[in-house]
């Protein structure tokens, strides 16, 4: 389960880009413009769970899971923050973290399975990006 065997999963590599590396995972940002949605990926080989980890392991996955909240927060202000790991359709541990507002296109139900994604404009991604590593950067503990 070592950091240098680890291969990104082809459908995240797919449906996500890259935001940032903290040091457990690596910070995505859904490509799906209906909703601020971050996906976090450990950089482990063979992870499922989260229990996979060991309990350091763990414990810095939260804290990237709180440091990705404040800045999907400070990015994207929204009424529920919705918090996942699913592992159906693809196995390796992601961590998502959705930017719900009243009325967004699927509320109150959940975003997966509803509807299709609709990508970021070219013109707006970087912006989108941008914005989000100078929020995560400005988490440093």
Known sequence: MS?????????????????????????????????????LVPRRTGLVEITDLDIAGQATLWQEVNRASAALHATAPCDKLNLGA????????????????VGDAAWPGPVWGHGHAQPYANADLPGRLDALRRALAATLP
Do not use: K
């Open 3 to 39: 950091e240098a065997d680890f291969t990104l999963d082809p459908r995240l590599a797919i449906d996500t880009c890259a935001v940032a590396s903290l040091p457990l995972c690596e910070v995505r940002l859904m490509n799906d413009a209906r909703y601020p949605w971050l996906v």
């Open 86 to 101: 699913l592992g159906n359709i693809v196995r390796q541990l992601h961590v998502h973290l959705v930017a719900r507002r």
